[in-house]
């Protein structure tokens, strides 16, 4: 769903039993339709149906740090063992 609408996944993570996702835009096209957002970032929450944005003020603070990686040309092993 993210990667297709020109967002690159940034981090995931269950508080209770809602899953949160938070995502960057990858393109300036991308920034703008998703509405320009400041913080350049965009969230979402799990309904159990389908992924819907919420706001920033919304996403919880126990998911603080970023624990995707985005598939590049990168050592991302190195990465990973570096924590």
């Not at 919420?54 to 990973?80: C, M, Q, W, Y």
């Amino acid at each position: 769903m993210v990667g297709g609408q020109g967002l690159n996944p940034l981090a995931l993570g269950r508080v209770g039993r809602e899953y949160f996702l938070a995502a960057m835009p990858k393109l300036c096209d991308d920034y703008d339709r998703w509405g320009r957002p400041v913080p350049p970032y965009v969230f979402f929450r799990f309904d159990g149906l389908a992924w819907r944005r919420i706001e920033v003020e919304a996403f919880p603070k126990e998911i603080a740090r970023l624990n995707l990686s985005i598939a590049g040309t990168d050592d991302h092993r190195a990465a990973v063992a570096a924590g």
